[in-house]
């Protein structure tokens, strides 16, 4: 949402999109009308998160369907001078030392023809065919568990809006067979647009998935034998734990699930996906307009790739992680519908068996938070590249690094939000650094480094800005967090490249601050 809002479509998409205070009870249950086994505070709902949230960053979580989502980004990129094309299907490419030839093929007239770019990006899904043509080197296995999924309208209202969330998730016989842990009811739109994601045993043939199937098994997560239900899809996929080691050969690139394929546990997938683009186009365009060495195309790789790791990782390690909440209430693979509902029954018992089981659903619930309270993985993110001028690891993070994240300008990380402004105005620091320029961020006794910055921009011909903050400069520290979060003495400055993460720092005034400067630049585009 933070790219969202630096695009300027954030509040457009935020009014497409669920409340988010309706998508935090994430619930476990036997049924969406049945017993209840337990419930987390999610996405940043929970008081204690809720700040950490808040004080990350200038814009919140936000809940929205993809076919509400794509729209809005066609649009937007349309208007902003983007070629579409629409039933054109992907053939095979060509590159040289000069550019990169696609085939492609209308699908509608099946015409074939050849485009013609500097350099390609192939953001072509799970399957990516152009992953394939480039022979990109991965770790893991594809289609490791089977799951199906279901849409369909029913109004869901009555049985919800008391524990309002965008997760329902349902502990049934079969449950624990492929799928992503559990049966899952997940709402698409508040109360009556749903999506069902159930497993199946990926070692036998798929099943048979028609209507009648398809309803029988919405009514039994829901709990009503009789529910009238309209179905208006059904597929099965395959659960994946893949991601790439080299994003890139030559002119083109990969991104997405392309390079991470992995289930939708944490939410992570449309998120990195757009991480992804964005760490990637701002390379290209300094490539494109003579600012930057080729080079530095090589960083992509080198930033991203870590993270495909790192997400692959997490979403499937949360997803085995539903085998503690199994094992709490002493469900077993294959158990029947009786014996199952014994086994949940007896968390109720003033039994030692009952004590034993309610004190083991504590730690399995809580074990859930790595999958729906992992701030710490959703902006922690921390690049090491020739893009970027180390001065040593970041802060020890006193917390769990997986679930908190923690602010600072260390070279690698993301720039930390704080708001800055006057008596009439009030921005975030991510405001104040544009994703079309490099910015610098000082303070008033570091107002040299200002015309260090023109002296930089003029040499090398960059966008390349100045922000002083302090009372009467570009910005006053309204609640003076950034003092405290700037790691750097006043006179210091600190370097944000144009995807947000900070490139380079000085912990104080340099001697020679343009001649300083320059170097810098040069070396992080790879200029000579």
Known sequence: ME???????????????????????????????????????????????????????????????QTYLEPILVTTASKRGTHTRFSTEYLSHTQDENGVTANVRDRL????????????????????????????????NMDIAGSMNITFKADLAHYVEGRPSVLYWVIQPGANIGGIGAGLVR?????????????????????????????????????IPVLEVEITGKSLWGNNELYATNLQKGRVFCAGDAIHRHPPSNGLGSNTSIQDSYNLCWKISEVLKGRADPSLLETYT????????????????????????????????????????????????????????????????????????????????????????????????????????????????????AWVGDRLHKKSTLDLAKYNAWTVFTGTTGKAWAKAVEDAAKELGLNLKCVVIGPGQDAEDLYYDWAKLREVNEDGAILVRPDKHVAWRSKSLAKDPSKELIAVMKKVLGRK
């Open 302 to 417: 080198a930033e991203r790739a870590p993270v495909a790791k790192q997400i692959v990782t997490r979403a499937n390690k949360s997803s085995r992680e539903f085998v503690h909440l199994f094992d709490a209430l002493g469900i077993k693979p294959g158990m029947s519908e009786q014996d199952m509902a014994k086994e949940i029954e007896e968390r109720k018992a003033d039994t030692p068996a009952g004590a034993k089981k309610r004190a083991e659903l504590v730690i399995a619930m809580d074990k859930k938070n790595y999958e729906f309270n992992a701030h710490g993985v959703e902006m922690g993110q921390f690049y090491e590249s020739t893009a970027v001028i180390s001065d040593g690891p970041p802060p020890k993070n006193e917390r769990d690094p997986e679930l908190y994240y923690q602010a600072t300008t260390t070279p690698g990380a993301r720039l930390p939000h």
């Open 3 to 65: 790219i969202m809002r630096d695009m300027g479509i954030e509040d457009i998409v935020q009014a497409e999109a669920t409340e988010h205070e309706r998508c935090g009870d994430t619930v476990f249950c036997t049924s969406i009308v049945g017993e209840e086994i337990g419930r987390i505070l999610t996405w940043g709902t929970h008081p204690a998160r809720l700040a950490d949230h808040t004080l990350a960053s200038p814009s919140s979580m936000c809940d929205i369907p």
């Open 109 to 140: 007239t099946g015409h074939e023809y050849q485009i013609r770019a500097k350099y390609m990006i192939g953001a072509d899904g799970a399957r990516s065919i152009i992953a394939q043509e480039l022979a990109l080197p991965t770790v893991g």
């Open 187 to 223: 709402m698409v739109r508040p109360w009556n647009e749903w999506l069902i994601v159930w497993g199946y045993d990926i070692t036998k043939p798929p099943p048979v998935v028609d209507d009648a199937a398809a309803i029988q098994i919405v009514r039994n997560l829901v709990g």
